[in-house]
């Protein structure tokens, strides 16, 4: 039965309009008095009050505050502690010319000009209870897109306004801050359940980071979505040392990242990795995907790639197979949903190891068509290299005759030294066959007066030695 009571009274705080969500013992109830009811169509939902230990501070500027307090079944309605110290209740609360409504589950109470300061709430309050105002000073938060995913970034515009004008003065433009948290719902149904609160990011009027113009009253930024997938509530909220407004839209479901990774890896050295990209949400146009990002190599090298829009469903990434180790591809998402709406997505990192494979003997090296830029430089120091083993053949021709001249030349001198020569004897050898060859060419009379002259010195020196008769 709370739980109907809640969903209505949030449902109209938004000013929808719910019908025959509530039974009939919700209904019949206030068909007595029906105060708790006509107040429902009046809850503002622009700006609330941060209830903290059931306590909460209310500004002075404040012109009307209504409280939903919800409270353990059958529990006694709640008790008001005012700032001087004073009580308000259901029992004494028309005195006070507030109106009170009180159920079995929650108590409904509304009051025009509260006092400023301090207030405190006694009773079995359960967390959600709410605390709106109504004043001067209000929080406008743009409504986020119904269909929010993973690691999408968001741009969001808040305005803080004084009687419908933003505030602009530097005074408030100095303290103004927006805190945008998205706190999960708790749902068990849901990936983040027991998740908590998530701070998003800090939003400021100054024309910095995100900001378009300082001072301008409109807070405008990016934040990623960086969490678990699930049931989120956004949560946007303003405080200054006077006052603190929240904004807290409904219940929003992040979905998982829209892409998926295959990985083919090469099974030679000389083969391609393959990365494919697959669309697996159906809210987003598959045709109007695009992709940017980097490819990380085992040799600490970065290489970017862009994969641009085309009638494929799957992108499909070339990897050059560039050494062993782990391959790590940082992209992210353009693209459009089925309704128009452009996202920008950060997508998780991929990741592989693989091992290069050395290609066998004989066999030849595989070219692949429109190499990729770091592909492009291994094939160039390939060719240059071949350039210069064809232009620096090994001289064979030269290093053989060399062998055979230092071969020569050892053996001739080892020939000398066994024979006991010099080059001079060598050299004087040779002249005296010349001379033998000069004379073998003088005339052949010479040679034979000669000849015949040394026959008769030798007979007559053979008659001188003979002794005489007596």
């Known amino acids: 039965m709370a739980k109907l009571i809640y969903a209505f009274l949030l449902c109209v705080s938004l000013q929808l309009i719910a019908q025959d969500t509530v039974t009939t013992e919700a209904i019949t109830e206030p068909s007595e008095d029906p105060i708790g009811l006509s107040l429902l169509p009046d809850l503002p939902a622009k700006n609330q009050i941060p209830l903290f230990e059931n306590r909460f501070r209310i500004d002075y500027e404040v012109e009307e505050i209504t409280m939903v307090f919800f409270r353990k079944r059958g529990s006694a309605s709640v008790i008001l502690v005012k700032p001087d110290g004073s009580k308000l209740n259901i029992i004494n609360a028309n005195d006070q010319d507030v109106q009170w409504y009180d159920d079995k589950t929650y108590d409904l109470i509304k009051i025009k000009k509260p006092t400023p300061g301090p207030w405190q709430a006694l009773g079995q309050i359960l967390p959600e209870s709410k605390i709106m105002v109504l004043t001067d000073i209000e929080l406008n938060v743009a409504t986020l897109p119904d269909h929010l995913m993973v690691g999408e970034t968001i741009k969001v515009t808040a305005t803080l306004t004084n009687g419908g004008q933003p505030i602009v003065a530097k005074d408030f433009r100095d303290l103004l801050r927006l805190d ?6 708790n749902n068990p149904e849901h990936e983040n359940f027991g998740a908590g609160v998530i701070e998003l990011t800090t939003l400021a009027d100054d024309g910095r980071n995100f900001d378009e113009k300082p001072r301008d009253g409109i807070f405008t930024g990016e934040f990623r979505l960086d969490m678990k997938p699930g049931q989120w509530v956004p949560k946007f909220v303003v405080k200054t040392p006077l006052y603190t407004r929240e904004v807290e839209q409904e219940a929003v479901i992040l979905h998982k990242s829209p892409i998926s990774y295959e990985v083919t890896q090469a099974t030679k050295a000389e083969d391609l990795h393959w990365l494919t990209f697959k669309v697996t949400d159906p809210m987003i146009n598959p045709k109007s995907v695009a992709l940017q990002g980097k490819i990380s190599f085992p040799n600490n090298e970065i290489q970017s790639f862009t994969l641009g829009e085309s009638v494929e469903v799957d992108k499909k990434l070339k990897i050059v197979n560039y050494a062993s180790g782990t391959y790590k591809v940082e992209s992210t998402l353009f693209a459009q949903t089925v309704t128009g709406r452009d996202i920008v997505i950060t997508l998780p990192l991929a990741s592989f190891v693989a091992e290069v494979i050395e290609p066998e003997a004989g066999v030849a090296t595989i070219e692949v068509e429109a190499p990729l830029p770091v592909q492009q430089e291994i094939l160039k120091s390939a060719d240059l290299v071949s350039a210069v083993e064809e232009e620096t053949a090994f001289p064979w021709l030269l290093v053989i005759l060399a062998n055979i001249l230092i071969l020569g030349g050892g053996g001739f001198a080892i020939w000398m030294v066994a024979t006991d020569r010099s080059f001079k004897t060598l050299f004087a050898k040779k002249n ?23 026959k008769n010195s030798k007979s007559n020196d053979i008659l001188e030695l003979s002794l005489p008769d007596d």
Do not use: P
């Open 432 to 454: 005296n066959s010349m001379d033998l060859d000069t004379l073998a060419m003088l005339g052949a009379n010479e040679v034979k007066t000669s000849a015949s002259g040394q």
């Open 180 to 185: 945008v948290l998205f706190l999960s719902s």
